[in-house]
Nanobody, 120 residues
Framework: QVQLVESGGGLVQSGGSLRLSCAAS????????MGWYRQAPGKERELVAT???????NYADSVKGRFTISRDNLKKTVSLQMNSLKPEDTAVYYC??????????????WGQGTQVTVSS
């Protein structure tokens, strides 16, 4: 199994910044794609940003130029630096990874989520 623990959410004013971090642990054979998704009230979960094991990032159009994703393969962490936050960024942010745990086949794993609230 792979466990993902997020940290760094909170309340910030519009235009402010927050940094989310996520640490993976467990019987990890390999961590492939890592990233962040978010879900606002009444909406479906959506991709925010992902990054491959070779550090090739992918962003949703709505966050390009404002958010930066990074990962540390040795520490098994992924981070999301969020700048110029807008009220529409308010959501629960979930850490994600596609990984292999032990000898099991590759699977998707999710963190418990961290709330980000941006006030206008």
């Amino acid at each position: 199994q792979v466990q993902l623990v997020e940290s760094g959410g909170g309340l910030v004013q519009s235009g402010g910044s927050l940094r989310l971090s996520c640490a993976a642990s467990g019987t990890i054979f390999s961590l492939n794609t890592m990233g962040w998704y978010r879900q606002a009230p009444g909406k479906e979960r959506e991709l925010v940003a992902t990054i491959g094991s070779s550090s090739n990032p992918n962003y949703a159009d709505s966050v390009k130029g404002r958010f930066t994703i990074s990962r540390d393969n040795l520490k098994k962490t992924v981070s999301l630096q969020m700048n110029s936050l807008k009220p529409e960024d308010t959501a629960v942010y979930y850490c994600y990874t596609r990984a292999r745990a032990g000898w099991a086949p590759q699977s998707d794993y999710w963190g418990q989520g961290t709330q980000v609230t941006v006030s206008s």
